[in-house]
Each structure stands twice: as C-alpha cells, then as structure tokens.
C-alpha cells in the first residue's frame, strides 16, 4: 500500500462508510488515517469500525491509525419554543438561567461558565455565527445584549464567545466516559477539542497516560495565543478552520492557517487541516474548483494530513472525495513550485546530534539521488524530525514498536513498517534494504539513506548514518 504521495489523508467515519466493503474502498482510495468522531455514533458502532479496521490492517499487512475525536463541552442555548424566535437588528434580548421557555425579552442560557466569561461588548455568536448579539450589561445571572446581525435562533443552537476565555474544562463527563472506551479499544490518536490553554493537554495526557497519541484542535481564538505551548505540550495539532472561521473575521483564518502549519514544522509535530476542505462533494460527485484550490494550497502550506469530515463520514460520494483528494494532493506535489516551497521552508537544525543526522540524511537523498531515508526508532522521534527536513524522498519508518508505526501513518512522507529492530550494523543494513524491496520502496542498483542510533534498541539515541546499496 505505498503512497504516490507524502502528504496523508484523514477520513471521517460514519453511516456513508460504514461497512467492511467501504471501509477497503477508502482506504485503497488513499485514506491513511480514519477518525472516530465521538460527537456522533454509539460505543457498539466504535468498537465496531476498530475491529474493521483492525483486520482489515491485518489483510494488507499495512498500519492503520485511528484518531478518536471527542466532543468536548457544547454551549447551547434552552428551549426557545415551538417555532424559531425571529430576531432583528437593534432588538434588546436578556439571557439567563432560568431553564423555562424562552419569551420575546429572554432566552435561557444554562451555561454559568458564560455569565462568568462574560464582558460587556463582547459577542455572542449563535448557531455558527449566523446571528450575532453584543452584549451590553451583565451580572452573575444575566447577559442584556442586542442584535447586532439578525436571524433566527430555535431550541439548543450553538453559542459561541469569540475572544472571551471561558472557565471550562475541555473534558466533560461523557468525554472521560468516551476517551476510557476508546483506550480500551487501542486507538492511536486522541483529539481534543475546545482547547484553551497547554494545561488542557496535559491534562489530557496525564488520563492518556502514554497510551495514545494526544491532538489539540485549534478552534478556539484563545488557543492562538498560547500556540507555541499548546504545540510544544501536544502529539500533533489540528486546524479546525470551521470553527475559528466563526469565532474569527473569514479573512483572518487563512494566514493563520499558514502560521500553525508554519509552528508546527518547526516544532515537528504533525499537523492536520480539517473543515469543509470538498464539502460540496456531500451532495456532488465532483468538487468546485475552489475547494481543490483549499487542499492545494494545504499542500503547499506543507501541512502532514488534509481531512475529510462529512464527505466521508455521511455524504453521498465517499470513495470519489478520497479518490479526488489523492489526485489533487499528488498534483500540487508534482509541481516543482511544491519542492522549492518546502526547501524555502526549511529551518536550521538544532545542535543536537540526532538534529544534525536527520538533516545530513536529507542531503545525501538528495545528492545521491537516493530512493529513500530509513529511519530505526522505537518511540517515532527519529522519523518525526527526518519528516520536518521534507526531502524530497520517502521515509521508510521501521520500528519495532507496531503503536509507532501506527501513528507514523499520519506523518508527512512516512511508509511505517512494523519490524523488529536491528541488532548490529550488517543486519541493520541488510534490514534495511529486504524491507525497501519488499514494500516497493527501492529496487536493485538503487541506493538507500539509513539513519539508527547505537545501542540499537535505544530511544531517542539516534547518531549514525549509513549509505546502502540496494
């Protein structure tokens, strides 16, 4: 199952994908990596998919990672009443605490975090900013606001404070009832949504306990502000764009866009960018030229993984949106402006010695012309930092470690194999180059860069290159 591509595609799960039969469709469409959104579906239909995907892995003889996506906390509106509320511009609305129906001056709001958060003239965003009030006065109990941009709201629509920190956990209840399931399952990625501040992932991580992989979803502005911790805390980061889209002006999320992609790069973490990326093709068997020109630009931007949400997950045309996206990603990395975007791109190594292997292993692929890195690791960070130099080959993960190799899958040019680790320089070349054969990797005459640290079997010791004959 070799890739023609470096950057990997996430598909959501869902109703549209949820047989065994459609589950090897996309995945031979290209999928890498499949999400669990936990927002959605029962732990029967879960556990369900794991075990699909499980022995579907065990069919192709090819890591699978499964990324569990939970819901965290939803701020909503109470009951409003049997037909939507209709509210204009200038109209003053008081929101409370009061759990009874809404009236024509008020509208239960049973979130205190929000009353706490609140600052007069911030917004209100409801129902994905689709109406959008200001908030003039307010105490304890109370919000008074007025409409600013009007519409319609209805029973438990969505509300969103851009700007304000709300004091809320990101793991509600059913989160740590989900993320217990998903760990007994043995996912590989766990996101988390609604995050804040660094501590939310670390709090996170201390339940994960090294079990999974941890992900933060960057939808909240807050989150902005606090990146470089939130990345340094975190496994890999999530562009959320729908949702910064709402609580953000539209124009700021494409610069932002570029500037996680950017920190990410530097840090090492693989990132994802996520949201409405060919949302058309629910309901369409082709994408509009401007969704192609989005993961596009994706690609260019350098990000590891581009996601599918609910193309795949509920829409119409599954298998053709994962097949569109293999083509559009192998088209923009075709394009010899791609190569000179990631070499521009590239940052000074750091004065460590595995820093300094990784990127001598990318210029001796490049000057040999080589047909790929090797790279030994146990814990992934050999294969993480050759991904970050972005040669211009594949990376062959090899580790003994079959979680590794799992979550390699969502890393930017990685072919992870499950494979015992090397035990001497003879057998790790020798390793090396069955392997490369055997998964289609190189072919005779060709030559291989292999990076490993002595002692063999040692995390995070990586200083030795070699150069091998295929």
Request: hydrophobic share 40%.
């Amino acid at each position: 199952m070799r890739r023609q591509r470096f950057t990997k595609i996430v598909a959501t799960l869902g109703p549209a994908s949820a047989t065994p039969e459609r589950l090897r469709e996309l995945f031979e469409a290209g999928a890498d990596v499949f999400r669990l959104n936990f927002s959605h579906g029962t732990h029967d239909d879960h556990r369900q998919r794991v075990e699909q995907l499980r022995a579907m892995e065990k069919q192709y003889n090819h890591p699978i990672a499964i990324l569990m996506d939970l819901q965290g906390p939803k701020l909503r509106l109470g009951v409003i009443g049997k037909q939507p509320m209709e509210l204009k511009k200038g109209q003053k609305l008081r929101f409370d605490m009061n759990p009874k129906p809404a009236t024509a001056k008020r509208v239960p709001l049973l979130h205190p975090e929000i009353f706490k958060a609140a600052k007069p003239g911030g917004l209100l965003l409801i129902d994905d900013g689709k109406v959008r009030l200001r908030i003039v006065a307010h105490d304890q109990d109370t919000i008074d606001a007025m409409v600013e941009v009007e519409g319609q709201i209805s029973d438990r629509k969505g509300v969103n404070l851009p700007n304000l920190i709300v004091p809320l956990s990101p793991m509600t209840p059913k989160d740590h009832k989900d993320l217990a399931f998903g760990l007994s399952l043995g996912v590989d990625w766990v996101a988390l949504s609604f995050v804040q501040h660094a501590h939310d992932i670390a709090e996170l991580k201390k339940l994960v306990a090294g079990r999974a992989a941890v992900m933060a979803k960057l939808e909240k502005p807050a989150a902005i502000d606090h990146l470089d911790e939130i990345i340094e805390q975190s496994d890999g980061i999530m562009v959320a764009r729908g949702d910064l889209g709402v609580e953000m002006p539209p124009e700021a999320v494409p610069p932002l866009q570029k500037r996680i992609l950017a920190a990410c790069r530097v840090a090492g973490k693989p990132a994802i960018v996520a949201t409405q990326m060919l949302d058309s093709m629910v309901h369409s068997p082709t994408p509009t030229r401007a969704e192609a020109s989005d993961v596009a630009t994706a690609v260019y931007d350098g990000t590891d993984a581009v996601m599918l949400s609910a193309e795949s997950a509920s829409g119409d045309y599954p298998i053709e949106a994962v097949t569109i996206m293999d083509r559009i990603i192998r088209a923009a990395e075709g394009d010899p402006l791609y190569r000179r975007l990631m070499d521009a791109s590239r940052h000074e190594p750091e004065a460590t010695t595995a820093d300094a292997i990784s990127a001598a292993a990318r210029q001796c692929a490049h000057t040999l012309s080589a047909a790929a890195i090797v790279t030994y690791t146990n814990t992934g960070s050999t294969t993480l930092r050759a991904a970050r130099e972005r040669p211009d080959v594949r990376i062959l993960c090899l580790t003994p470690n079959p979680n590794t190799a799992r979550r390699m899958t969502l890393t930017w040019g990685v072919h992870p194999v499950h494979a015992e680790d090397a035990h001497n320089f003879a057998d790790m070349v020798q390793r090396a180059v069955r392997v490369a054969r055997k998964e289609e990797i190189a072919k005779e005459g060709e030559r291989l860069v292999i990076t490993a640290g002595v002692p063999f079997g040692t995390p995070g010791a990586t200083n030795i290159l070699r150069i091998a004959y295929v």
